[in-house]
């Protein structure tokens, strides 16, 4: 297998991440994220909080696993009171092929999520609609830009249109060495959805050079096509704790 040369972290779209680093150079990386998401409804009242902490840890060099306990405070639409709603969801990863000189991975998932956690009831961006899902996903970098490109299967429940989903980012660091984070924009077309297509700008800010190992991120996801009184658009925050690889 090829050594890793010296080289910045890919960066990661946020919503549609993959379970652990697809570029993954050696095991035991453990990495700590707390996000918080806020959505609502363009009428009728219906929002919704979402809350959760995700720990990821490349077991081997080509297997991670990630596990994500969460929280949802759901005002439903009407005035009808609201809702608490745990979970827990998980993925899988194996890595299948790296071309470090080229920058070029890609990486095998399975993951799931118990019902409750779903997507039935509130909308959550970056999520499968259906509670379980087999994913390949893949990376390049050229010069400055990424592309994370993602196709997968849906399975555990009905389906508005095919148990499929596609995912699409393009990621563009701030400056030439990559340290201070980057902007792109983020596509999902989950065909499980009565509405598919979500698309959300990404913002990440790295604070390791001003002597701070975290990372904020923020991301505007928009459900294109989603009836008025259903969850679709709103506000996912995440903080991540940064390994000694990405600072």
Do not use: C, K
């Not at 700590?32 to 363009?42: D, Q, S, Y």
């Not at 077991?59 to 994500?68: D, F, K, N, S, T």
């Amino acid at each position: 297998m090829q050594a890793a040369p010296e080289r910045p972290p890919l960066p990661e779209s946020l919503l549609t991440e993959s379970a652990t680093d697809v570029d993954a150079e050696s095991a035991g990386e453990m990495e700590w994220e707390a996000n918080l998401a806020t959505v609502g409804a363009r009428a009728g009242g219906a929002r919704a909080t979402l809350t959760s902490v995700e720990v990821e840890w490349r077991v081997l060099r080509e297997l991670g696993v990630r596990l994500e306990p969460g929280y949802t405070r759901l005002l439903e639409t009407g005035g009808g009171g609201a809702r608490d709603l745990f979970g827990v969801g998980g993925s899988v990863a194996l890595g299948l092929f790296h071309d470090y000189p080229r920058d070029e991975h890609v990486q095998l998932e399975l993951s799931g999520r118990t019902p409750e956690a779903g997507n039935a009831v509130v909308f959550e961006p970056g999520e499968p609609e259906l509670p379980f899902a087999l994913d390949v996903v893949s990376a390049v970098r050229r010069g400055r830009w990424t592309l994370r490109l993602t196709a997968g299967a849906e399975a555990g429940g009905e389906f508005a249109h095919a148990p499929l989903h596609t995912d699409m980012a393009l990621l563009r660091p701030f400056t030439n060495d990559e340290r201070f984070g980057f902007f792109g924009v983020e596509v999902r077309a989950d065909w499980a959805r009565a509405a598919p297509l979500v698309v959300a700008p990404d913002l990440a800010s790295v604070m390791a050079p001003l002597g701070l190992p975290l990372a904020l991120s923020i991301a505007l996801p928009v459900n294109v096509g989603a009836e008025r009184t259903q969850t679709s658009y709103g506000l996912f925050v995440r903080l991540m704790v940064l390994t000694s690889r990405e600072e």
